[in-house]
T-cell receptor, first 116, second 113 residues
């Protein structure tokens, strides 16, 4: 079974530039998550989609971050403009059904973003 | 206070040792609990779910104490391949239905020959 795919794997940009990350979840998974993991920290949920609707975006810095999942499958996360403190690994995860509290989340390999 | 707090670590142990990780969570509405493992520069992967009755998977034993809001992970007969960061994870319900995972900072384990 193919896992969660993400691209690019690495990105280096200068502050105030824009960047976009792409995620393709496991086939059939209704729920998709974007996390930010800063070095030395655990992943922090940015946004959760159930099919193509947003379930939780309470920790998404909406002044600069946006995300969409238009057809309920792939998703993109955008940062515009980037700040130094956005340097982190951006992890995408998916689960079969996010409303089941024992549903396992499967993570992609992440995109490592460095903002100079 | 953070939602999920873990032992500061790092833990350096010799092969064959037994090592225990502890975790506390602050929200009594938490519904489910997990340990995830994260290798260096890799994504987190589910190690095991944690049930109220306690559960064991080979050399790994997880315990949950809801009254104390405390979770533990015990690794017996440590192997070099157990070297990784162990993330304590708590699932919280949120207002729009569904659940959100809250991760601890993780505890780093290094098993040495």
């Amino acid at each position: 079974e193919a896992g969660v795919a993400q691209s690019p794997r690495y990105k280096i940009i200068e502050k105030r530039q824009s960047v976009a990350f792409w995620c393709n979840p496991i086939s059939g998974h209704a729920t998709l998550y974007w996390y930010q993991q800063i070095l030395g920290q655990g992943p922090k949920l940015l946004i959760q989609f159930q099919n193509n609707g947003v379930v939780d975006d309470s920790q998404l810095p909406k002044d600069r971050f946006s995300a969409e999942r238009l057809k309920g499958v792939d998703s993109t996360l955008k940062i515009q403009p980037a700040k130094l403190e956005d340097s982190a690994v951006y992890l995408c995860a998916s689960s079969f059904e996010g409303r089941d509290y024992y549903n396992e989340q499967f993570f992609g390999p992440g995109t490592r973003l460095t903002v100079l | 206070r953070k939602e999920v707090e873990q032992d500061p670590g790092p833990f350096n142990v010799p092969e064959g040792a037994t090592v225990a990780f502890n975790c506390t969570y602050s929200n009594s509405a938490s519904q489910s609990f997990f340990w995830y493992r994260q290798d260096c520069r890799k994504e987190p992967k589910l190690l095991m779910s944690v049930y109220s009755s306690g559960n064991e998977d080979g050399r790994f034993t997880a315990q949950l104490n809801r009254a104390s809001q405390y979770i533990s992970l015990l690794i017996r007969d440590s192997k070099l391949s157990d070297s990784a960061t162990y993330l304590c994870v708590v699932n919280l319900p949120h207002s729009n239905s569904g659940y959100a995972l809250n991760f601890g900072k993780g505890t780093s384990l290094l098993v040495t020959p």
